[in-house]
């Protein structure tokens, strides 16, 4: 079996070759590359500051036998910094999940070993299968003052780092977004959508645990997002919307009572509804042509797209009046 | 429990458990602001820890999900007496310590005395909804403050505090149990899928 050895970037290295003497015939080798003489010091392989590349399996042999006299697996890499710890609860009153990872990479394998004590009382973490740096705390009290105090501890070969975080149960909720989120336009509506979306799954208990909303919504011309809370349902119609342009639209989650909000959802994207133009251009067209031969010009008292019969509302009369603009506009050109 | 079944008791049910959740709500919110001014005015360091004290009713509960509704009712309408029990007793420790120079501190905490008095005798009407007798306040005369140095008196006064912020929070949560199992639900468990 091949024995592992691990050092500090930087370190300087020296190998015996098992149980050969110093003066004895060897040779060295690295990743199936021999290594000239230059790092040997008698039989004794020496490797100054090593860096990560050195990293790999090292081969002593004897000199003229080729006998495999020592084998081992240098892995070159540093202690571990202070590890970065976040808890969070995102389906209470169920319980608490905590998460880690290290701001730097260490190049050789880390422990990770975490406690979590509520006042006297040291509860179990259960570990995550994935992701792997993850578990999870079931509350066994809700409503207590007294805080969490979580300690994680990272080691490896190298050395060891530790953090800590303490705080209290409400502080740490945090819903995830909401999900589902759906915008529709309103039909004959032109400064409309109309917003849904579901409570996020993870939230256990959303009838008894109601959450509250925060909608945030713009044009994608523009850079300032309007908003609305909403203390109960999961949708909202937008009322203001400019007619014509797309919009962006996230919603957030907070626990009507406790912690904070969730991040945005998913944006989704809509457009108010517009009436059909495909008419509005055919009776220009046909006009324009008309109106060249005048000298002066009177529009059209009636168009089809005027036509009352049609039954659209307020949007039919602002397409009247911007047609007779539109068809007064040419008149005066051709005059 | 015949009572507790009829069309104008679930109403009414609904409408004092509504009432209430607001009531707690509100009473959550003052209790904040209050605790920023007692910091303030006391001195003290508002992420100080403060050991459990004794004669606090504790918010804290294991298996919360598990209790009946009269069992919340219960629990709530002990606490609340015991907190204003234990306020009035704070508004005579801030009267006898600052006189007339109480500030801000006096008002706040009579006006959170006020709604504690207003909930309590809001869960007692709930109680009698669910056909239970409200339990008598034990004995006339509340328990003497026990004698206790200035600073003792203002790190018992911050428990006192954050442990009604606490049951106010609770106190939604519970009603909000009650609300959605009806009235004379006391055999029925506030079981939520949580716990």
Not at chain 1, 128 to 142: A, G, M, S, T
């Amino acid at each position: 079996d091949s024995h592992i050895q691990y050092e500090r970037v930087g370190a300087d290295v020296t190998m015996k070759c098992g149980s050969m003497d110093w003066d004895a015939a060897v040779t060295w080798m690295a990743n199936g590359t021999d290594i000239d003489d230059s790092h040997l010091n008698g039989s004794y392989l020496i490797l100054k500051n090593v860096d990560l590349t050195q990293s790999g399996q090292y081969f002593c042999y004897e000199g003229s036998s080729w006998h495999l006299k020592y084998q081992t697996i240098l892995r070159v890499g540093v202690p571990p910094k202070e590890p970065v710890l976040m808890c969070r609860s995102n389906n209470y009153p169920k319980g608490f999940y905590c998460s880690w990872h290290l701001p730097s990479p260490t190049y050789i394998p880390n422990t990770f070993n975490i406690s979590v004590i509520h006042g006297t009382r040291e509860m179990v973490c259960e570990k995550d299968v994935f992701p792997k740096n993850r578990c999870h705390i079931r509350y066994l009290q809700l409503f207590s003052t007294v805080k969490y105090k979580v300690t994680l501890t990272v080691t490896n070969a190298l050395g060891k780092n530790s953090t800590s975080l303490t705080f209290d149960e409400f502080a740490i909720v945090k819903p995830d977004p909401p999900e589902s989120v759906v915008a529709k336009p309103v039909p004959n509506n032109p400064r409309r959508l109309e917003v849904s979306w579901q409570n996020p799954s993870s939230w256990p208990d959303p009838e008894s645990f109601p959450l509250k909303f925060f909608l945030r919504y713009r044009p994608l011309i523009l850079d300032q997002w309007q908003h609305v809370e909403l203390s109960d349902g999961t949708s909202h119609t937008i009322t203001d919307a400019y007619a014509g342009k797309e919009y962006i639209i996230q919603v957030a989650a907070k626990d009507n009572d406790i912690g904070t909000w969730s991040d945005w959802s998913v944006a989704v994207h809509a457009t108010p509804w517009t009436e059909e133009p495909k008419h509005l251009t055919t009776e220009v067209q046909i006009t324009e042509t008309t109106s060249t031969s005048t000298s002066s010009f009177m529009p059209p008292p009636t168009t089809k797209i005027c036509d009352k019969g049609a039954g659209v509302g307020s949007g039919a009369v602002a397409v009247c009046w911007t047609a007779g603009l539109v068809l007064a506009a040419y008149g005066v050109l051709f005059i | 429990m015949a009572a507790a079944d009829t069309p104008s008791a679930s109403l009414r049910h609904h409408d004092l458990c509504s009432r209430g959740i607001r009531l707690a709500r509100k009473m959550r919110s003052d209790v904040t602001d209050l605790l920023d001014i007692y910091v303030e005015q006391q001195g003290l360091d508002a992420s100080i820890s403060v050991a459990a004290v004794e004669g606090v009713p504790a918010a804290a509960a294991e298996r919360w999900a598990e209790q009946t509704g009269t069992q919340r009712l219960l629990d709530n309408l002990a606490a609340y007496r015991a907190f204003r029990v234990l306020l009035a007793q704070m508004l005579e420790e801030q009267r006898e310590q600052l006189g007339d120079a109480n500030g801000e501190l006096g008002p706040a905490l009579a006006a959170v005395l006020l709604q504690v008095s207003a909930f309590a005798y809001h869960l007692e009407e709930l109680l009698e909804l669910e056909s239970r007798r409200t339990p008598a306040e034990e004995g006339s005369e509340p328990p003497a403050p026990p004698r206790l140095s200035l600073f003792e008196q203002k790190l018992r006064g911050l428990g006192v505090l954050r442990e009604l912020a606490q049951w106010a929070v609770r106190s939604v949560r519970d009603l909000r149990q009650l609300a959605k199992h009806g009235p004379g639900s006391s055999a029925a468990l506030g079981l939520a899928d949580s716990q």
